[in-house]
């Protein structure tokens, strides 16, 4: 796996994880890791661009899961609590104001969606859209 990272400026300063490889078991901590950094560095506002990454395994959902975490307990534009976050992803109406998806392969759009993940996680699969829907106000 290979991981570049660039930043956009949209409304927020967003910046982009460009993932080569599959995400899985051999390579989700070295992702996590990666997106740690980032995250203790300052970055609040992630795109992960899959365009490149033709696999993710539960592994991966599972730092995905993890970096979604990172995110919302770091997020003082979007207070939410716990509750509000759960009874949102319930009700359909919450939506990760810090984490986005872009371009998921046909097999990772549909671990995403079986896994329940898109109730959560926006994704998209045009960069400057993704780019584009991040906002300090959520």
């Known amino acids: ?3 570049q990272v660039s930043t956009a400026n949209g409304r927020v300063p967003v910046t982009i994880m460009h993932v080569n490889g599959n995400l899985d078991a051999l390579s989700y901590e070295e992702f996590q ?3 740690d950094e980032l995250i203790a560095d300052g970055a609040r506002y992630l795109l ?3 365009s490149h990454c033709p696999f993710i ?3 991966g959902l599972r730092a995905l899961n993890h970096i979604f975490n990172e995110l919302r307990a770091r997020d003082t534009d979007n207070p939410k609590s716990e509750e509000e976050v759960r009874r ?3 009700s359909g109406t919450y939506k990760s104001p810090n984490l986005k998806l872009l371009k998921l392969s046909k097999e990772s759009r549909t671990a995403f969606e079986l896994s329940g993940f898109d109730m959560f996680i ?3 699969d ?3 859209d993704a780019i584009a829907s991040f906002s ?3």
Request: zero cysteines; hydrophobic letters at 40%; a negative charge.
């Open 1 to 3: 796996m290979d991981i």
């Open 33 to 35: 890791s990666k997106a």
């Open 48 to 50: 992960i661009d899959l």
């Open 57 to 59: 395994s539960s592994a």
């Open 88 to 90: 949102g992803i319930s």
């Open 122 to 124: 926006e994704t998209f």
């Open 126 to 128: 045009n960069e400057q």
């Open 136 to 138: 300090a106000a959520g």
